[in-house]
């Protein structure tokens, strides 16, 4: 052969070559679907549980029975919440009636009022925008929506979040609730850990593996950052006790094996997914859902079978403002995009629980420049005193250091006065 026509030839295999890589699909950028639980509070609300529970519950006494006390327990819950469902009922009528009333004020929606109070939101063409809806949930209002994106924020539907969460809300006399209450985001699985193209799907199953072990480092997010719930009425911290951490850490050996050795399937990983809720506290209740309730089938049905639809998180405040909501979701966006650009497996370093507000700092600061997104904005999420303290950058040693499982009763205590009374 030639030694001209040997390179030319040479080229245009190159050239082949390099151009088929080239038109093979990238993955695209993360694009995650949340869907909101905000849950909202008014005085009349509060008042009405409050009064209705202590009356009940001590009723027994105030009779001259102290030996009927439980039955006063189960009588003041069972009884508050009943009462507090006809004063839920009333506001969230006057609640709806405002959606209605500012939106037919708005120059760019209109609004249809259906079946329990649910609001179709309209643009000026009549085009469906989305939905939200108020209802009741355990003392509190609980408004929930249709699936909605990051960028849906700058559009119809980011002025129909704010026209309901924030200013109906006012109008009505309804505040974020800071005890009880919480500002849950579900995040849609398949937007989160599926792979692949639209006509080869698959699952991410290092993803999930990791997203998980991430939690688990980053305890400062439900322990103050993000949330802190210390009477674990609705978001426990994940990992508090020997026994979760020991099961958590079975699960990761076993999980990581398979992966390994590529024995893991579709079949295998819905039931990884189902023993980490079930055996190391990833459930309802606690900060990090990966099992939320199926809403539709048989009640018979063997959850072993089906893919989450979404996985929840809890350990979220109700947002203050239309900005908070926006900030949290780029958080979260933003922390599954590093995760899912990570080579390899996560560390799981066993860390304590921080035990200030100093080492929740360092921790969240570093959570926030991994996740490519600007410091001094996601802060804003933070708790006001959290905000005034100078992150430190600390090796994963200083970092992730191993002890307590939980925090120390001083700092307990200041976080949820902090957050709860005081608001900072």
């Known amino acids: 052969m030639k030694p001209k026509f040997f390179f030319a030839a040479a080229a245009l295999l190159i050239f082949f070559k390099t151009s088929a890589f080239a038109t093979e699909p990238t993955a695209k950028q993360l694009e995650l679907m949340f869907g909101i639980e905000e849950e909202l509070r008014s005085p009349l609300i509060l008042t009405t549980y409050l009064t209705s529970r202590t009356a009940l519950t001590t009723a027994p006494i105030t009779l001259g029975n102290p030996h009927l006390m439980p039955f006063g327990l189960i009588g003041g819950y069972l009884g508050a919440h009943a009462a507090t469902?006809?004063?839920?009922?009333?506001?969230?009528?006057?609640?709806?009636?405002n959606i209605i009333k500012l939106c037919s004020e708005h120059p760019e929606l209109n609004c249809i009022e259906g079946d329990g109070h649910k609001i179709m939101f309209l643009d000026q063409s009549g085009n469906t925008v989305g939905w939200l809806k108020p209802k009741y949930d355990l003392a509190v209002i609980e408004v929930v929506g249709?699936?909605?994106?990051?960028?849906?924020?700058d559009s119809h539907m980011g002025k129909a979040l704010q026209l309901t969460l924030f200013d109906a809300t006012k109008k009505t006399g309804l505040y974020p609730a800071k005890t009880g209450g919480e500002g849950h985001l579900h995040i849609d699985f398949n937007s989160l850990f599926q792979k692949g193209t639209p006509e080869k799907p698959n699952w991410d199953y290092r993803l999930f593996r990791n997203y998980a072990v991430d939690w688990a480092n980053h305890n400062e997010l439900y322990y103050g950052a993000l949330h802190y719930d210390p009477?674990?009425?609705a978001a426990k911290p994940l990992l508090r006790s020997e026994q979760t951490r020991n099961a958590f850490l079975k699960w990761l050996e076993e999980f990581d094996g398979e992966?390994?050795?590529?024995?893991?399937?579709?079949?295998?990983?819905?039931?990884?997914?189902?023993?980490?809720g079930n055996e190391c506290g990833f459930r309802k209740g606690f900060a990090l859902n990966v099992i939320p309730k199926i809403e539709t089938g048989p009640k018979a049905i063997d959850l072993n079978l089906?893919?989450?639809?979404?996985?929840?998180?809890?350990?979220?405040k109700p947002k203050k403002t239309f900005g908070h909501l926006g900030s949290t979701m780029k958080l979260l966006q933003g922390r599954a995009e590093y995760?899912?650009?990570l080579d390899g497996l996560l560390p799981y370093h066993q860390p304590a629980a921080i035990q200030?507000?100093?080492?929740?700092?360092?921790?969240f600061?570093?959570?926030?420049?991994?996740?490519n997104l600007d410091y001094d904005e996601i802060k804003k999420l933070l708790p006001e005193t959290w905000q005034k303290k100078t992150p430190r950058t600390l090796s994963d040693a200083e970092l992730f250091k191993p002890g307590r499982l939980k925090p120390n009763a001083k700092f307990r205590c200041m976080t949820w006065m902090n957050a709860h009374l005081f608001g900072k």
Do not use: C, W
């Open 85 to 97: 469902g006809v004063s839920i009922d009333f506001t969230i009528k006057k609640f709806a009636k």
């Open 146 to 153: 249709s699936p909605i994106k990051i960028a849906d924020l």
């Open 231 to 233: 009477i674990d009425l």
């Open 259 to 276: 992966l390994k050795n590529g024995s893991i399937d579709d079949q295998k990983f819905m039931k990884y997914i189902h023993r980490l």
């Open 306 to 316: 089906h893919m989450p639809k979404t996985i929840e998180v809890r350990s979220l």
């Open 339 to 341: 995760l899912r650009n």
């Open 356 to 363: 200030n507000a100093q080492e929740g700092v360092d921790r």
């Open 365 to 371: 600061y570093r959570y926030v420049k991994e996740s």
